[in-house]
């Protein structure tokens, strides 16, 4: 446990369903090791990884095997998985991040541009579970509306303070300027 500002925050731990092809990958024993629960289905795209609690999605592709595997096929599977969660993101790894990949990226994003498909280019296995815990930490259901309320504070905050320093800058620029 971490002190978080007074407060001891708790392990967060939740569910999540792989694709069955991914049952012996590095990722699915990541996640293993941190306590979540990892469940596999051949009922989800290849590459998937759903945390249906916090209502994200997740497609795992390198950009190597997209390389070999051809452009439109990948594009296909992709189409297919965003039409089934709504709140999806295509994870591309790649050792190097080189022009090629950076042309490949682009090529997807402005094809689903205005779909709900998100991009997020990765170096490795334990960067690509980081991002995918920390989104679907901050989507949960308690976080979500947890970090909703701390933002309607916020503004509250704001809204109460904005009229006094705007009152105080006003009377100080007529100070300045008493025309």
Request: hydrophobic letters at 40%.
């Amino acid at each position: 446990m971490t002190e978080n500002g007074g407060q001891k925050e708790s392990k967060w731990i939740t569910t999540v369903i792989m694709s069955t092809a991914m049952q012996n990958h590095e990722i699915s024993t990541i996640l293993q090791r941190q306590q979540h629960r990892v469940r596999y289905s051949d009922s989800v795209e290849i590459g998937s990884v759903i945390f249906s609690l916090s209502g994200v999605a997740f497609v795992l592709a390198d950009i190597q095997d997209l390389l070999r595997t051809g452009e439109q096929q990948f594009l296909d599977r992709v189409q297919k998985f965003i039409n089934i969660h709504r709140n999806s993101f295509l994870v591309l790894s790649a050792a190097l991040h080189g022009p090629e990949e950076w042309n490949i990226m682009f090529r997807i994003q402005r094809r689903f541009l205005g779909s709900n498909l998100r991009i997020i280019p990765v170096h490795s296995n334990v960067e690509t579970v980081k991002f995918m815990l920390t989104i679907a930490k901050i989507t949960s259901k308690p976080r979500a509306d947890d970090i909703r309320y701390k933002m309607a504070m916020a503004k509250v905050h704001i809204t109460e303070k904005s009229p006094k320093s705007l009152h105080k800058s006003e009377i100080w620029i007529e100070s300045i300027n008493p025309n």
